[in-house]
């Protein structure tokens, strides 16, 4: 293995909860629901699976825990976006807030624990393949998931029945509803996938990607994931590219931290927020006022009846 | 089963104004069940976090301390709100305006300035805020870029700066490497008030931008200008008011106070420049905004409300070996409940139990 092939290896791991997290997320939106929460329901996926993992000595319970966590913390935004009402925007900050505290609260008799390595489950064939087979295809199980939650939602998004619903509710809840489709019910459903995948994310990151619980360790990639889904146009596919691009911002980083680059520590760890707002910039440069954003996105409905 | 809303057509003003107090008393219900499923007793937890603090004269001053930031944040934030922008990064815009009023304590250190120094230092801290939260704002009105996410990411760069400095240029050579500036001379230090042991004039400029806000929003076109902007976007076009200016402005108004929250709270309580000068102020001013439902005067309320919090919090950690982080989820329960109840104040709920073909 080449220091090369190792680096890229690194760089997809970097890449997988920024990737779960951001297509979660990109379903909630689709469905016209702008979760601010995300970090917040990472933070909660992240304590949760690693307590349950630690308690009783299992990977798969603890990943399980990590994903009732977020699945939870996205029925109470759900119950109060959908069921009442609330602003998206001020309760989706509001759930953030909430998940970072309840996080620490949970995490704290955990501090200074850490995991087993989860073994890497190696493709037969294309884990062989020249340059990038290391790297996409010696990973841990997790990652696989990552790729097949892309193509699976590419997939329903796109060529599925109730995949356009969902993008047509999210696009005009209005005429959705008179059409009528179940506006509230499909976008609880949607918020609460966001929130399995933010959970799944926070999971990968305590149990996978450090191996130890440390408070805020999420350390705003729930809001990058939130930032991939406008990069990404709302379009899995592109959330892929995106989330690869702020997996090598991470990994060059701390590579030129490691390498003791003559440049503060800060400036660089500051780099990726810096990379987001510029790539932010350029696109809505690029591509005039938020293209792709669908047309319903954050704004409350109550049917009338 | 399913919740339906239904429109309430003329909402009642007495519960307009119990809604926050309504969302406060479940929040503490929820955090009573949190504390209790800990296994400590909610009551004593209770009596720690708000009743000791609001019978002890040396919690009250340190609850006014604590309570400037979060008045002068959330008074600016709730320009934003207003005009219906989400500044979410006031935390970035209070440690700038820290930094830059630090500069000029730190630059004169050693001479002697004379009297302009505070002063200028509360003006270069207003400036330093506000320059911080001109970023979204010009992105926002130049390119079409969210405010959300520029104003929060802005936060770690801030954050992150502030930490440079405080290890790096600014740390004091016979500090003995810990990461902390010298500290401030007196001339560079808010006074205390007089007859209040420990507390800075930090409190007299939250009372002022509380009064002053009162008057601009209630009496003069600018703050009908903003109720309309947020509102009724479309006909505050149609009325000739430019919602570019009003971004530009509400943005300039809400970093300059948040700046001045920052450097008060430097030079009026640390002293010295570290590598952390806020436990989430500007967060938590978010709850405060919406506790006080975005009126001045609910914000003063409010803001003493969260503040006698954050003192409660210092006491559990002490008395009951409760995190600090309980109090952290506390605010955000609080906001959630917060707009939760104001949507109620919109909308009866009504409970159906069969599943209607429509939800």
Known sequence: MTTFEAILFTIVAASTPLLIAAIGELVAERAGVLNLGVEGMMAMGAVCAFAAAFTFDSTLVGIAMGMLAGGLMAALFALAVLGFAANQVGAGLALTIFGLGLSGLIGAPFVGQTRP???????????????????????????????????????????????????????????????????????????????????????????????????????????????????????????????????????????????????????????????????????SIRRGRAVGAPGSLGTPFVPDR | MRIELIPRTDPSPVARALAPLAALVVAFLVAGLVVALMGKSPVSAFEVYILQPLGDPWSLRAMLVKATPLILIAIGLSYCFRAGLWNIGAEGQFVMGGIAGSALALATHGSDPGPWLLPAMMLAGIAGGAAWGA????????????????????????????????????????????????????????????????????????????????????????????????????AARFAGFDARRTTLIVFLISGGLAGLAGIAEVSGQIARVIPDISPGYGFTAITVAFLGRLNPWGILAAGLVLALTFIGGENAQILLRLPFDLTVAFQGLVLLCVLTADALVSYRPRLVRQAGARA
């Not at chain 2, 870029?145 to 802005?154: K, M, N, P, Y």
């Not at chain 2, 001379?185 to 009372?207: K, M, N, Y």
């Open chain 2, 135 to 234: 970023v979204p704002a010009f992105l926002k009105v130049r390119f079409g870029v969210s405010e959300i996410l520029t104003s929060l990411f802005l936060v770690y760069v801030a954050e992150l700066f502030l930490d440079w400095l405080a290890r790096g240029p600014w740390r004091d050579p016979g500090g003995f490497n810990f990461p902390q500036s010298v500290v401030f001379e007196s001339a560079a230090r808010l006074p205390e008030i007089p007859g209040l042991d420990r507390v800075h004039v930090g409190v007299v400029f939250a009372v002022i931008a509380v009064v002053i806000t009162a008057v601009v929003l209630g009496r003069t076109l600018f703050g009908y200008r903003l109720k309309l902007t947020g509102d009724a976007p479309r």
């Open chain 1, 117 to 283: 390595r989860v073994e890497e489950w190696p493709i037969p064939v294309l884990s062989d393949l020249p340059l990038v087979g290391h790297a996409l295809f010696s990973q841990d199980p997790l990652v696989y998931v990552a790729f097949g939650l892309v193509a699976g939602v590419a997939f329903f998004l796109a060529r599925t029945r109730t995949g356009l619903r969902l993008r047509s509710i999210g696009e005009n809840h209005v005429s959705a509803h008179a059409l009528g489709l179940p506006v509230l019910r499909m976008r609880v459903y949607a918020v609460i996938f966001g929130g399995l995948c933010a959970g799944l994310a926070g999971a990968y990151l305590s149990l996978v990607y450090t191996r130890f619980w440390s408070p805020n360790m999420t350390a705003g990639r729930g809001w990058i994931a939130v930032a991939l889904v406008v990069f990404a146009a709302w379009r899995p596919t592109w959330a892929l590219v995106g989330a690869l691009v702020f997996g090598t911002a991470t990994v060059l980083q701390l590579h030129a931290q490691a390498a003791q680059v003559a440049l503060p520590s800060q400036l660089l760890a500051a780099a990726p927020y810096i990379a987001t707002i510029l790539a932010l910039v350029l696109l």
